[in-house]
């Protein structure tokens, strides 16, 4: 062993000698407070699932489509429609402009959520829970009670659906969080509901807008949860991920970034970056939508990179089908040119999938196919 990576080695132990295990479940923002200057060995990926950090950007050569929901909403909607159509069956993901949320109502709740992680360790703490259906959940990693080798995230959930039931719940410091999150979850939840009926528009599933009411009922029920990730900037960024590649499991996410970039998305056998553009949505689609679309529409996965110097807050609205739903492709697409793809899925098999295993990539969908 050469000199320096034997004193690496040496800097590593005599940290994680000072770390004790449980302090790893405290998080990463807790681990930085602590001052630490190397990885611990919990957050390090084989070899062969780190990610390759280059100088150069591949921004230059890489753009997610971008889907104007003015045009969305006026004469241009049959053009509009295509382009979603499109984004949902190549990328699984799209970039959303002029969606008519007020800066202000992002900037709030981005500052509250980040004001969240900057309070003790201590009073984040009592939102620490194991149930994954409690209204509000602080923790780390993916699923801190499975993940062999943790992630560089910590995260504030919120279920916001229905709001009245669960606003008690969520946490009252900082005192800003609440009436920032009611208010933000109210307007992408709004924003959500329309961006359903055009999906459901681009796949020929309703005429136009009038008779899509019957459509979107279910919808508008369905489940919300905002989640907060706070990825701490990290003393070896290329040694571990902010969150490992994954699906998002509902049907649609509405994500904000801050002006890091870290969201990476895998197109055409790569990994991609998704550059920030300020004031946009980046909305992807989750396995429900794969499935309800029978595989027309992807569900693509993706994975956070850290960075050295700066941390970074996002914010993803998930929206997924009630609790008590089937999910299931739509009869209307199911034809024998195009064979039923997924079986019957729903919330609660879920839940217990995850509750059960290990994170690892797309494989509750994998799981859902039929083959
Ligand atoms: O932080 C990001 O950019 C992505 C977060 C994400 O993928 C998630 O919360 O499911
Ligand atoms: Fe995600």
């Avoid at 923790?139 to 992630?151: A, E, I, L, M």
């Avoid at 560089?152 to 009245?164: G, N, Q, T, V």
């Avoid at 396995?287 to 693509?300: P, Q, T």
């Amino acid at each position: 062993m050469s000199p320096t990576i034997v004193l690496e080695v040496e800097t590593r132990c005599e940290e994680e000698e000072r770390l004790e295990s449980h302090e790893l479940h405290k998080g990463v923002k807790h681990l930085c407070e602590r001052g630490i200057t190397k990885v611990p060995r919990k957050y390090i990926l084989p070899a062969l699932d780190r990610p390759i950090l280059t100088k150069k950007d591949d921004a230059t050569n890489f753009k997610l489509p971008v889907i104007d929901f003015d045009q969305l909403q006026g004469p241009n909607r049959i053009h509009a429609l295509e382009s979603l159509s499109k984004a949902c069956e190549e990328y699984g993901f799209f970039q959303l402009i002029n969606h008519g949320i007020e800066c202000q109502s992002i900037l709030e709740m981005i500052e509250a959520g980040r004001k969240f992680f900057d309070l003790s360790f201590e009073e984040r703490s009592k939102y620490m829970s194991n149930d994954l259906r409690a209204p509000v959940r602080y923790g780390t990693s993916f699923n801190q009670n499975k993940d062999r080798v943790f992630c560089w995230r910590d995260f504030l959930k919120l279920d916001c659906h229905p709001l009245s039931d669960v606003l008690p719940y969520w946490p009252s410091s900082p005192t800003e969080l609440r009436q920032a999150a009611v208010n933000y979850s109210e307007k992408t939840r709004f924003l959500y509901l329309m961006i359903v009926e055009a999906i459901l528009e681009s796949l020929g599933l309703v005429e136009t807008t009038k008779d899509s009411d019957d459509h979107i009922k279910e919808f508008r029920d369905g489940s919300q949860l905002l989640v907060v990730n706070c990825y701490p900037s990290c003393p070896e960024p290329d040694l571990t991920l902010g969150i490992p590649p994954h699906s998002d499991y509902g049907f649609l996410t509405l994500l904000l970034q801050d002006e890091v970039k870290g969201l990476q998305i895998q197109h055409e056998g790569r990994w991609v970056t998704v550059e920030p553009v300020p004031n946009s949505f980046v909305i992807n689609v989750g396995d429900h939508l794969e499935i309800f679309s029978n595989g027309r529409y992807k569900s693509v996965l993706h994975r956070v990179l850290v960075n050295r110097l700066k941390s970074r807050i996002s914010i993803a609205s998930l929206h997924s089908l009630p609790f008590e739903s089937m999910i299931r492709p739509s009869p209307k697409l199911i034809n024998d040119a195009n064979p039923r793809r997924y079986k019957d899925t729903d919330f609660a098999s879920f839940i217990e999938y995850i509750a059960s295993h290990e994170h690892r990539s797309k494989n509750f969908l994998e799981s859902r196919r039929l083959t």
